[in-house]
């Protein structure tokens, strides 16, 4: 099992940067595929960027691609989220995810209590 805790929500304005983590819990943490998803405001949760279990292939959403990096430190079992050039339609509360295998939501086992992420216009 693995606990996950997600930090560095903020506000910030549009065209700024921002980078998220989340911190996981436990010995294993190289086992899981970890991902980062969002919900926008009254809005579905939708994926966002994954990341295998070596870090050596990500996958991002068509409408962060260019924008986002995702990016973990098996040594200190954390995984992050590097957001550049933010538009306001990037507001969503973010959380990580970890699973066992790639796929979409419904494969990720844990999931953290989310970060806010406001981009103001």
């Known amino acids: 099992q693995v606990q996950l805790v997600e930090s560095g929500g903020r506000l910030v304005q549009t065209g700024g940067s921002l980078r998220i983590s989340c911190a996981a819990s436990?010995?294993?943490?190289?086992?899981?595929?970890m991902g980062w998803f969002r919900q926008p405001p009254g809005k579905e949760r939708e994926f966002v960027a994954n990341?295998?279990?070596?870090?050596?292939?990500?996958y991002y959403a068509d409408s962060v691609k260019g924008r986002f990096t995702i990016s973990r430190d098996n040594a200190e079992n954390t995984v992050s989220l590097q957001m550049n050039s933010l538009k306001p339609d990037d507001t969503a509360v973010y959380y990580c995810?970890?699973?066992?295998?790639?796929?979409?939501?419904?494969?990720?086992?844990?999931w953290g209590q989310g970060t806010q992420v406001t981009v103001s216009s």
């Open positions: 990341i295998s279990w070596s870090g050596d292939s990500a």
């Open positions: 995810a970890a699973s066992y295998m790639a796929g979409d939501a419904d494969v990720y086992d844990y």
């Open positions: 436990g010995r294993t943490f190289s086992s899981y595929y």
